[in-house]
T-cell receptor, first 114, second 114 residues
Framework: EDQVTQSPEALRLQEGESSSLNCSYT??????LFWYRQDPGKGPEFLFT???AGEEKEKERLKATLTKKESFLHITAPKPEDSATYLC???????????????FGQGTTLQVKP | EPEVTQTPSHQVTQMGQEVILRCVPI?????FYWYRQILGQKVEFLVS????????KSEIFDDQFSVERPDGSNFTLKIRSTKLEDSAMYFC????????????FGPGTRLTVL
């Protein structure tokens, strides 16, 4: 069964304290791994797409990496405005064709204190 | 920058009533999706839609649910007879190529069933 697990569930950091969020996945063929940011009461906001092991993407203080079993979202010197829930999602290959369905993890809620 | 929009932002209804949630996907996108997120839980896939037909649906998407693209811009989700457990945030998403492209999400409609 296709599955995505994120850890930790919650993370508190001091401003400037770097850390990493983990996304472990089990999927029958990967057609993309996605990171989204979600603020309370809002829709997921796209951050990164990764397609193959070894791939890395970077944007401001965030860097996403991908291996065959997991992805990491590294946050360097975070600021309070980085506080949000970070969602990981995978798009599996399906026998019914490329329908694009995403399977989400439960998210990591990050709080950055000044 | 083009965005996915959704209306209404909040819908309150009585159990057993029909509701229609509306979405305007990004204009050059061809694949459309509905997801839901029950409070405190994962984002869950409901249905994908392409070329005026359903591509894939989840177990959640039973006979009470239907989707439609009534014109060139709107994409709707109808729940025929709402239940208490339908209370959730409903997100619409779209992309150009279902198999490889990033999905962009709308801000969501909060459905409350009393």
């Amino acid at each position: 069964e296709d599955q995505v697990t994120q850890s930790p569930e919650a993370l508190r950091l001091q401003e400037g304290e770097s850390s990493s969020l983990n996304c472990s996945y089990t999927v029958s063929g990967l057609r993309g791994l996605f990171w989204y940011r979600q603020d309370p009461g809002k829709g997921p906001e796209f951050l990164f797409t990764l397609y193959s092991a070894g791939e890395e993407k970077e944007k401001e203080r965030l860097k996403a990496t991908l291996t065959k079993k997991e992805s990491f979202l590294h946050i360097t010197a975070p600021k309070p405005e980085d506080s949000a829930t970070y969602l990981c999602a995978v798009r599996p290959k399906t026998y019914s064709g490329n329908t694009g369905k995403l399977i989400f993890g439960q998210g990591t809620t990050l709080q950055v204190k000044p | 920058e083009p965005e996915v929009t959704q209306t209404p932002s909040h819908q309150v209804t009585q159990m057993g009533q029909e509701v229609i949630l509306r979405c305007v996907p990004i204009s050059n996108h061809l694949y459309f999706y509905w997801y839901r997120q029950i409070l405190g839980q994962k984002v869950e896939f409901l249905v994908s839609f392409y070329n005026n037909e359903i591509s894939e649906k989840s177990e959640i998407f039973d006979d009470q649910f239907s989707v439609e693209r009534p014109d060139g811009s709107n994409f709707t989700l109808k729940i025929r007879s709402t239940k208490l457990e339908d209370s959730a945030m409903y997100f619409c998403a779209s992309n150009r190529d279902g198999s490889t492209d990033t999905q962009y999400f709308g801000p969501g409609t909060r459905l409350t069933v009393l």
